[in-house]
C-alpha cells in the first residue's frame, strides 16, 4: 500500500478511537461510584439494547478474523468453529440467562455464593474467571498486532508489539472511566458496524460469483490444492486418531463453553428483568446466526479470490484472510476503491477488538474486586472502594494480556478462543449447573468443581503441542508436550463435573435445604431477584 493509502485507512483506525473515547468520556460524567452502575450499567438497557451488546461482545476477533482465516486455509473442517459457536447460544438461552439473571448481581460467583459457605466458593470462581478473561484477552491482542502490521504494508515485529501495547492501554482507558454502561454503548456501534462491514463483503463476494454459491465452492476448492477433499471432512482434523480426538475435544469446548463466558454472563445483568435477559438472547442468536453464516461466504471467498497460499503467506494463521479479501473485492492493491474497502473492514475489525477487550476486561476487574477482593479482605459497607478496586484491577489485567499477547503473537485468534471455552466450559460450567440444579450441591463441592477443570484444563494446554514440541508452538526450539490433543476440553470437562461430584459426595455438609428452595424459587420466578 503506498503512503497516501495507509494514511487514509490510518485516519479511519484513529476516527473510531476517537468516537470510541468520547462516548468513554461522556458516560464517565454520570455517576459511576456505585456497584451497580459499573458493574450493570445500572440495569436500564432494553432487551434489544442488550442484545445488540451481547451479540457485539461475542463477535469477537476470533469469528470475523479466525473463522474466516481457518475456512480459507482448511475449508469444511474450519466451519465447526462458526456451528459451535452458534449452537453454544441454545445451551445459554434454554439453561443459564434467565437463571442467572434471577440469581446473580454481577458476577458467576454470586450464583453460587447463594447457597454455600462465600468465601471458598468466591476466591475459587473469582480465580478461573480471571483466567479465562486472560486467554480470551490474548486472542483478541494477537488479532489486534496482525491487522495493525499488515495496514502498514508487513508483518514487522515492532509494529505487532506496540498495536498490542496499545490496544492494553485504550481497554484500561475504557473500563476504568466509563464502566458497564460506556462498555456497552461502544459494544452496539460495534456490532452495528460489524455487521454491516459483513454483510457488504458478503453481497460483493456473491456477485462476483453471480450469486452462484456452488461456483463459488468449486472455486475456491479448485484453488486451494486439495481439490475436494477441501470441501469434505478431514483436511485439519482427519487422519490419525489424535485429529478426530481433537475434533472432539474442540467441538465440546465451543458448544459448552458459551456458558460458562464471564463477560457473557455478566451481560445478563444489565437488563431489568429475567424476562428481558431471555429476550436480549433471542435477539442476540437472530444476529449471531446471521453474521456466522456470512463468515462462511467470506472464508470460502478468500480461498477462492485470494487463495490459501497468499494467506498465508501474509499471515501463517490465516488472520489477515477477510482484510486481504476487501482489498480484492474493492479492486486489488493501489487501487483507491480497494484501499478504502480495506482501510472500513480493517477499521471494523479493529472496533471489534477494542469493543470485546473491553468487555472481557469489564467481567475480569468485576470478578478481582467483587469476588476476590471482597473475600480476602472484609468488606466495610463501601461499594465504592469496591469499584476503585475494579478500576485498579483493570490496569494489572491489561498488562498480564500484552505481555501474553506478544508471546503468542502467531497463532490463530479462532484457536486462541477455542482455549478460552475449553477452561470456561470445565470450570465454570459444572458449577454452575450443579448450584442451579441439584439440590444436594455443597460448597466442598463447588470448591472442587472450579479447581478440578480448571487445573486440569490449564495444566494440558502447558502439556499440549500448544506450547512445545512443534514448529508452530509458542516455544518451538523447547519439548515438553506429554499430552497429545490442542484442546483439553475432551478431558477437562468431564474432569470438572466428576470433581464436583466427588467433593459433594464426600462432604461433611450438610446441604441447606432452606437456601436451595429459596434459590429455586428465586431462579425460576425472580422474586428477590437485584
Not at 485429529?243 to 455478566?266: K, M
Request: proline share 3%; net charge positive.
Amino acid at each position: 500500500m503506498t503512503g497516501d493509502h495507509q494514511l487514509a485507512a490510518l485516519l479511519l483506525f484513529g476516527a473510531f478511537v476517537a468516537v470510541t473515547l468520547g462516548i468513554t468520556t461522556w458516560v464517565s460524567r454520570h455517576r459511576q461510584g456505585s456497584a451497580e452502575e459499573f458493574y450493570a450499567g445500572g440495569r436500564l438497557f432494553s432487551p434489544m439494547e442488550n442484545g445488540f451488546a451481547i451479540a457485539g461482545d461475542y463477535m469477537s476477533a476470533a469469528s470475523f478474523l479466525g473463522i474466516s482465516g481457518l475456512i480459507a486455509l482448511v475449508g469444511y473442517d474450519g466451519m465447526l468453529y462458526s456451528v459451535g459457536f452458534l449452537v453454544a447460544w441454545l445451551v445459554v438461552l434454554f439453561l443459564v440467562a434467565e437463571l442467572v439473571r434471577n440469581c446473580g448481581r454481577f458476577t458467576l460467583a454470586d450464583v453460587v455464593a447463594a447457597r454455600m459457605r462465600e468465601r471458598p466458593v468466591r476466591i475459587a470462581a473469582g480465580t478461573s474467571s480471571v483466567t479465562v478473561s486472560v486467554l480470551y484477552l490474548v486472542a483478541q491482542m494477537v488479532g489486534a498486532g496482525s491487522l495493525v502490521a499488515l495496514l502498514l504494508g508487513g508483518t514487522g515485529e515492532a509494529a505487532r508489539a506496540w498495536t498490542v501495547v496499545g490496544v492494553g492501554v485504550l481497554m484500561v482507558v475504557y473500563v476504568s472511566l466509563g464502566g458497564m454502561r460506556a462498555t456497552t454503548w461502544i459494544q452496539i456501534v460495534k456490532a452495528v458496524l460489524l455487521l454491516g462491514g459483513t454483510i457488504v463483503l458478503t453481497v460483493l463476494v456473491l456477485l462476483r460469483f453471480h450469486g452462484d454459491f456452488n461456483r463459488l465452492l468449486l472455486t475456491a476448492a479448485e484453488r486451494s490444492g486439495h481439490g475436494e477433499a477441501f470441501l469434505a471432512p478431514g483436511l485439519a482434523y482427519g487422519g490419525d486418531w489424535t485429529a478426530r480426538f481433537d475434533f472432539i475435544s474442540l467441538g465440546l469446548a465451543l458448544v459448552l463453553g458459551t456458558a460458562g463466558l464471564p463477560h457473557i454472563l455478566s451481560r445478563f445483568y444489565t437488563v431489568p428483568t429475567a424476562r428481558a435477559a431471555r429476550r436480549s438472547v433471542v435477539w442476540a442468536i437472530g444476529l449471531i446466526g446471521g453474521f456466522y453464516l456470512m463468515t462462511i461466504v467470506l472464508g470460502f471467498g478468500a480461498a477462492a479470490l485470494i487463495g490459501p497460499d497468499d494467506v498465508r503467506a501474509s499471515n501463517a494463521s490465516g488472520n489477515t484472510a477477510v482484510p486481504l479479501l476487501a482489498l480484492d473485492l474493492g479492486g486489488g492493491a493501489g487501487s483507491t476503491g480497494g484501499t478504502i474497502l480495506f482501510a472500513v473492514v480493517a477499521a471494523v475489525a479493529f472496533a471489534t477488538i477494542l469493543a470485546v477487550v473491553a468487555g472481557i476486561t469489564l467481567a475480569s476487574s468485576a470478578s478481582v474486586a467483587h469476588d476476590l477482593y471482597a473475600s480476602l479482605r472484609r468488606r466495610r459497607g463501601k461499594p465504592r472502594s469496591e469499584v476503585a478496586v475494579a478500576r485498579v484491577a483493570s490496569v494489572g489485567i491489561g498488562l498480564v494480556a500484552i505481555g501474553l499477547g506478544l508471546l503468542a503473537r502467531d497463532l490463530n485468534v479462532a484457536f486462541l478462543v477455542g482455549l478460552a471455552f475449553a477452561v470456561a466450559a470445565s470450570a465454570n460450567l459444572p458449577v454452575l449447573l450443579y448450584s442451579l440444579f441439584w439440590r444436594g450441591f455443597t460448597t466442598r463441592g463447588a470448591v472442587w468443581a472450579v479447581y478440578g477443570g480448571l487445573i486440569p484444563a490449564v495444566v494440558l494446554v502447558l502439556l499440549s503441542p500448544v506450547v512445545s514440541g512443534s514448529p508452530a508452538s509458542l516455544f518451538p526450539g523447547a519439548d515438553f508436550q506429554l499430552f497429545p490433543l490442542q484442546n483439553p476440553g475432551l478431558v477437562s470437562i468431564p474432569l470438572g463435573f466428576l470433581a464436583g461430584w466427588l467433593g459433594t459426595l464426600t462432604s461433611p455438609e450438610v446441604p441447606d435445604e432452606a437456601k436451595h428452595a429459596e434459590t429455586e424459587v428465586r431462579s425460576l420466578t425472580g422474586a428477590g431477584a437485584a
